[in-house]
């Protein structure tokens, strides 16, 4: 008994030690044969799966395609992605035409049309009652002058309605030559001459008296002084009066110059004449007030807001 327990025991570790290891070394395929197929965790990607298991492809964002360049009708390229004429060979099309970047453009006639210039304001009537009155004035004061016809110059804007040739400003002073002017313009230098100039120049100047007073310019149909361009004169209205020398019985005449640092009595009496110009006329320019009236001096009766005076 004893001994088929041994023989039984001895042939249960026989068996136990003849049985493989848990893990076996897979053999190396031989060169040109194929390699077993071993099953993996995924699956490969010749192995075919379900539409609702395999991942939907990505569209990939394609470039955006431009149209080629098309001429336009006078040859000109456009540019890409504009729209061209609907109908190219129509006349309509051709006449209009588009700008190069497709935009309709309107006819070359609308495009080079200016606004139009607004015409000159034409001469201002004169106020019959104001009128009568200052030719009264201006007879009483001793001025020698003639009515003349209405002058206009519609398409310029120049002209006075009731013009007179003044040529005697005051009895024994003379206006040479001659000026055509306002009746306003005509009484307001009697005036100045009669109240400033002949007490100043029997101060400055006792042993000499006035005879005359050259006129440079009256009326003239311009711009401002003498500009192409630009607002109308107060010549052109019959409202200024440019004055160059004033001449006396003897002695050299005052020559009209800048005379701001001159210390002798002709000096004295164009300051003080210039300056009491102000009080009979509304604007005044003396010589070398500015670049164009250095050898004159500028007078005139252009009315301003608030009756406002310029005096330089």
């Known amino acids: 008994m004893l001994h088929r327990l041994c023989l039984l025991a ?18 190396q395929p031989k060169p040109g044969e194929g390699q077993p ?12 799966q379900s539409p609702a298991e395999a991942p939907k492809p990505v569209p990939k964002p394609q470039p955006e395609e431009k149209p ?26 051709k006449k209009e035409g588009e700008g190069k970047d497709g935009v309709e453009q309107q006819k070359p006639a609308v495009e080079t049309a200016k606004p139009e210039e ?23 004061i001793g001025a020698e002058f003639k009515q003349l016809e ?35 313009t005509a009484l307001a230098l009697s005036r100045w001459t009669k109240e400033m100039m002949l007490p100043a120049a029997a101060l400055a100047l006792p ?13 003239i149909c311009r711009n401002r002084n003498s500009a192409e361009n630009g607002k109308i004169s107060e010549h052109a209205r019959g409202n200024a009066v440019d004055i160059s020398t ?11 110059k800048p005379r701001g640092e001159d210390g002798t009595p002709e000096g004295a009496f164009q300051r003080t004449i210039t300056a009491a110009a102000c009080l009979f006329f509304r604007t005044v320019l003396s010589p ?17 807001k608030g009756g406002y005076l310029y005096c330089r």
């Open 150 to 184: 209405p002058i206009r110059d519609t398409e310029q804007g120049c002209g006075i309605e009731a013009p007179v040739e003044l040529s005697v400003v005051l009895p024994g002073i003379k206006l040479e030559p001659s000026g055509t002017m306002r009746c306003e």
């Open 288 to 304: 070398g007030s500015d670049a164009t009236h250095q050898d004159h001096l500028h007078l005139d009766v252009l009315e301003r």
């Open 10 to 27: 001895v042939s249960l570790a026989l068996i136990s030690a003849s049985e493989p290891p848990a893990q076996v070394p897979v053999p």
């Open 207 to 219: 042993d000499r008296k006035v005879t005359a007073i050259a006129n440079a310019s009256t009326y």
């Open 246 to 256: 004033i001449a006396f019985d003897k002695g050299e005449p005052l020559v009209m």
């Open 68 to 93: 080629a360049a098309k001429p336009d009708a006078s040859g000109n390229q456009q540019s890409d992605g504009e729209k061209a004429p609907a109908d190219k060979g129509s006349d309509a099309a």
């Open 118 to 140: 607004k015409p000159p304001e034409p001469p201002k009537p004169e106020d019959p009652a104001a009128l009568q009155a200052c030719l009264g004035d201006l007879k009483e």
């Open 37 to 48: 197929s071993i099953p993996s965790e995924k699956p490969s990607d010749e192995t075919p």
